[in-house]
């Protein structure tokens, strides 16, 4: 688990998302639905459960947000829109005590290194972060 402080969606001021990981699944375009081959060279299901434990409504995206580098790659964002999620969209805006549980898709590297999540690409360190498994 996760916790990492955010700002809240309306009139400043933070509160607390965390969040469980649940899974990881590595894919063939077939495997996820997607139209093509993937661009980078693997394809990941990532399974979250993310949850406001603020006091404030707070908002997570994935979309353009999840950065994968390994050892010998720099980081580059890797969400795409190519196949299809399981689960909860967990892109919104969650009250406080609301959670969901859901998957996004990766287009990484590699089948090792690390996905790391920035709730604002600004951040000089990333919310949280998740290491791939070679296996």
Avoid: H
Avoid at 7 to 27: D, H, K, N, P, Q
């Amino acid at each position: 688990m996760a916790t990492y402080d955010v700002t809240e969606t309306a009139g400043g001021g933070t509160t607390r998302m965390s969040v469980w990981f649940e899974g990881i699944e590595y894919l063939s375009p077939q495997g996820i639905g997607a139209t093509g081959e993937s661009k980078r060279g693997q394809f990941v299901r990532i399974t979250l459960t993310v949850k406001n434990v603020g006091t404030k409504n707070a908002s997570f995206c994935s979309d353009g947000k999840i950065k994968w580098e390994s050892d010998s790659t720099a980081p580059q964002v890797v969400t795409t829109t190519e196949g299809v999620r399981e689960g909860a969209d967990l892109n919104t805006t969650y009250k406080s005590g609301q959670s969901l549980n859901g998957s996004f898709n990766l287009d990484v590297g590699a089948r090792e290194g690390k996905v790391a999540y920035w709730q604002n690409l600004t951040d000089a360190q990333p919310s949280f972060v998740l290491s791939l498994s070679s296996g």
